[in-house]
């Protein structure tokens, strides 16, 4: 009787470190976007430009939101395994719901710190809580039939590219919303979709699709190898099709660097994602959550459990974080680059960033703690 309860816990914990390891990457690249401002990078980055330890920073945190919506939807799949498909739609529905309200306020406050906007950014947490309303209309659907879905989205989605709706307000709206970033204007608020949402509902059904493996059917060792071998799959369809240079992305350039080469061959597009985008770092992330659960004896690995248990009260906790230590710098030392205050390297970035881990963990564990000792409250269930 302990085994099984065992290998569940172990699972879990592979699912929540993975999540806390793509934290910890994300606040690098938030430090990026908080300190280093002068030195902005496009998307996908001009390569002749930027020097090759920002461009490994920012391709590093790519990995980021794709492995945010694919264990969302993994994650789903589990809710549902424990409860029934109405209370997993009504959860995801609800949950997704309340995610897209803190992406307008609390979110959206941090980045900008105007109240009432003038700007409203629809960024990951919008992607994540509209995928999840998406994903609740669809629980209880066959399995296979999301999972179809989903590749079809994602294999699928770069053949829009060359569609616009210039001119027909209405439908280049929901366009931007969909597959093309933009900005829906209007006379009280401008709204900048950052992350379409379309490829992220074939992210999000995939996700949702790989709980069959957790499922008591797949011994630790089964599913392990399921998933590391559906890991190396995207990654060498990855390899493929971008040698081919036909289709998935913008084309890469050889130079006569074979770094500068690198840089094109892996520079991706985000926003919104492409299928080149997609493989590669589900195919890093799948990998990951196996090598995480084999390490779950590791030292490294609790605060990686801690920080993944709580993710949505680290994102809130970090921005305003980052927000203060800005103003700070402003306060005490002013705009230093142009106009912004900045720091000169990049490895200044990962400083920082060290230092903000060890600041906020002890924060993190106590809520993390708070959380698991009250599971009876319902709204730390949306943290």
């Known amino acids: ?7 569940i816990l172990s699972r879990l914990q592979s699912i929540d470190a993975l999540r806390g390891l793509v934290i910890v990457i994300m606040l690098l690249d938030h430090v990026r976007e908080t300190f280093y401002l002068n030195k902005q990078v496009s998307d996908p980055m001009n390569i002749l430009e930027t020097e090759p330890a920002l461009f490994g920073s920012r391709a590093l945190a790519h990995i980021c939101a794709p492995v945010f919506v694919l264990l969302t939807g993994l994650s789903a799949y589990l809710y549902q395994m424990k409860n029934t498909v109405a209370s997993t739609r009504n959860f995801l529905f609800k949950r997704g719901l309340f995610l897209i309200l803190l992406e307008l306020t609390l979110v959206n406050f941090a980045w900008t710190a105007k109240f009432p906007p003038d700007v409203i950014y629809l960024q990951v947490i919008w992607a994540i809580g509209i995928s999840m309303v998406v994903l609740a209309l669809c629980v209880g659907l066959p ?9 079809l989205i994602i294999f699928g ?3 829009l590219d060359q569609i616009t709706f210039r001119g027909i307000p209405a439908l280049e709206q929901i366009w931007f919303v969909l597959h093309e970033r933009g900005w829906i204007e209007s006379t009280a608020v401008r709204i900048r979709t950052s992350y379409p949402v379309l490829p992220w509902f074939g992210v999000i059904f995939v996700g949702y699709a790989l709980g069959y493996f957790f499922e008591s059917r797949f011994s630790a060792v089964a599913r392990q190898r399921y998933l590391l071998v559906l890991g190396m799959i995207s990654i060498a369809l990855f390899l493929g099709l971008r040698s081919i240079n036909i289709y998935g992305d913008q084309p890469w350039v050889q130079y006569d660097s074979w770094g500068m080469t690198a840089m094109s061959f892996f520079n991706l597009t985000k926003y919104p994602p492409s299928l ?3 493989l590669w770092n589900i195919g890093l992330g799948l990998i990951l959550l196996v090598a995480l659960e084999h390490l779950s004896h590791f030292k490294g690995f609790k605060p990686l459990v ?9 994102y809130i906790l970090h921005l305003y974080v980052l927000k203060l230590l800005y103003v700070m710098g402003i306060e005490l030392f002013g705009p230093n680059q142009g106009d912004y205050f900045s720091v000169d390297s990049v490895s200044a970035l ?3 960033t060290v230092f903000l881990i060890i600041l906020l963990y002890p924060v ?3 809520f993390s703690r708070y959380k698991h000792q009250n599971k009876h ?3 730390l269930k949306y943290f």
Do not use: Q, T, Y
Request: aromatic residues 20%; glycine residues 4%; hydrophobic residues 70%.
């Open 1 to 7: 009787m302990i085994m099984p309860e065992v290998k």
């Open 143 to 151: 399995r296979k039939a999301l999972l179809a879905v989903g590749l």
């Open 157 to 159: 989605h770069n053949l």
């Open 276 to 278: 080149f985008f997609i």
């Open 306 to 314: 801690i920080f993944g248990s709580v993710p949505m009260f680290f």
């Open 350 to 352: 990962w400083l920082i």
């Open 364 to 366: 993190v564990a106590w």
């Open 377 to 379: 409250i319902a709204w």
